[in-house]
């Protein structure tokens, strides 16, 4: 059995879908996107297409480190996106050639069944009540949303009551009955991070995410040990080597890696095991499309430490097209009662409907981050 051809489709509203095929007339689906850098990874998948094609895609470990040694350069953003793609794609193919789900060649499942979220507010939050009861009525018992939008590396009280007086609003607007997850998105600095966490403590958050940027380790060590509220960190990141430090300092209770960005089901389902001697939870990032969020389900069924699953249903990205679009009707993920089943058709359990998937190619797109400034004129993070 033999890769014979790689092929990428740019989707809106900023995905990037990949079809690897095989002369036993089997292929598989991976989503090998870079948020913002689409066209980029695109590029980077046709170069890599010179070591793929002719290879058994059954050999998933063998690849994954050719990839990730041959040249020397190792790690970063755009390679381990690339990899992860591909990873998707051969475990899709792998679990076919069996005829069971990928999990099951993982050792098999360790639940039926994954908790999820979805996102409220949008980028600069908004109509959070609104938003947040519309998802409890579809049936969700958590939401995570963005704290704020530009805060200065050191802001003003009256900025921080804002912030708080918003979420608090929030919070007695819905009582217990729904879980919130506060995400500062690299947006707070360490200055006013260990502010914003204090005064967000009654309000109970289930964790708050990326307090302060990923690579500030040493600060996130200590406001983990300054704060009653579980740190999730790790959408960033994208190797083990990362995440040691993270680990070893006590920076994270929660880490939510995203395997479209750090070497796919393979690479995360290592870095799972690896934060569960720790007694870290895993809740993986997956802001993404559906081959994406269908590779997260395999490895929460297999990760006993994975508690929680991001997904982008109604997502304030998603204009040209949702979640399900490119999925056909019969193996649509579905979440109900705040739950999604993980799939058991073979491989990543999903169909790609690829007449839906060419279609909207014709059209693709050019999604960038927004560029956002201080009130100063200096460039703020997104």
């Not at 193996?331 to 169909?351: A, D, K, M, Q, V």
Request: proline share 5%.
């Amino acid at each position: 059995m033999k890769i014979t051809s790689l092929e990428t489709f740019l989707v809106p509203p900023r995905w990037l879908f990949l079809k690897i095929e095989t002369d036993a007339g089997i292929s598989g689906w991976g989503e090998p996107v870079l948020e913002g850098r689409a066209e980029t990874l695109a590029a980077l998948i046709g170069e890599l297409s010179d070591f793929l094609v002719g290879q058994d895609p059954r050999h998933i470990n063998d690849i994954w480190q050719m990839l990730y040694r041959n040249g020397g350069y190792r790690g970063g953003p755009v390679l381990m996106s690339a990899i992860s793609g591909i990873d998707h794609a051969l475990w899709d193919i792998l679990g076919q050639v069996h005829g069971v789900p990928a999990y099951a060649l993982l050792g098999g499942a360790v639940r039926s069944r994954v908790r999820a979220y979805t996102w409220v507010g949008g980028d600069r939050p908004s109509d959070l009540v609104t938003h947040a009861k519309r998802a409890m009525a579809s049936g969700f018992s958590a939401v995570k949303l963005n704290v704020c939008s530009e805060l200065a590396i050191v802001e003003s009280h009256r900025a921080i009551d804002e912030i708080v007086a918003r979420l608090g609003e929030l919070r007695s607007a819905v009582g217990n009955e729904l879980d919130l997850a506060f995400d500062f998105h690299g947006r707070v600095h360490a200055p006013m991070a260990r502010i914003l966490l204090k005064e967000l403590e009654p309000l109970r958050p289930l964790f708050v995410e990326d307090p302060v940027a990923a690579d500030h380790v040493e600060a996130l060590a200590e406001l983990s040990q300054s704060t009653s509220i579980p740190l999730a960190v790790g959408e960033r990141m994208h190797t083990r080597g990362e995440f040691r430090a993270l680990l070893e300092s006590r920076g994270a209770q929660i880490i939510n890696p995203d395997p479209s960005h750090m070497g796919g089901i393979t690479e995360t389902i290592r870095l799972g095991a690896f934060a569960e001697s720790y007694d870290v939870a895993l809740a993986p990032h997956c802001p993404l499309g559906p081959i994406a969020l269908a590779g997260c389900l395999q490895i929460d069924a297999v990760c006993h430490n994975a508690f929680i699953q991001e997904q982008s249903l109604g997502m304030h990205y998603n204009q040209e097209s949702d979640l399900l679009d490119c999925v056909t009707e019969d193996t649509r993920l579905i979440c109900e009662n705040g739950n999604i089943e993980i799939p058991t058709r073979p491989g990543l359990g999903i169909t790609i409907d690829e007449d839906q998937v060419r279609k909207l190619a014709e059209t693709g797109h050019r999604w960038h981050a927004p560029v956002w400034r201080h009130v100063d004129g200096s460039i703020a993070e997104w």
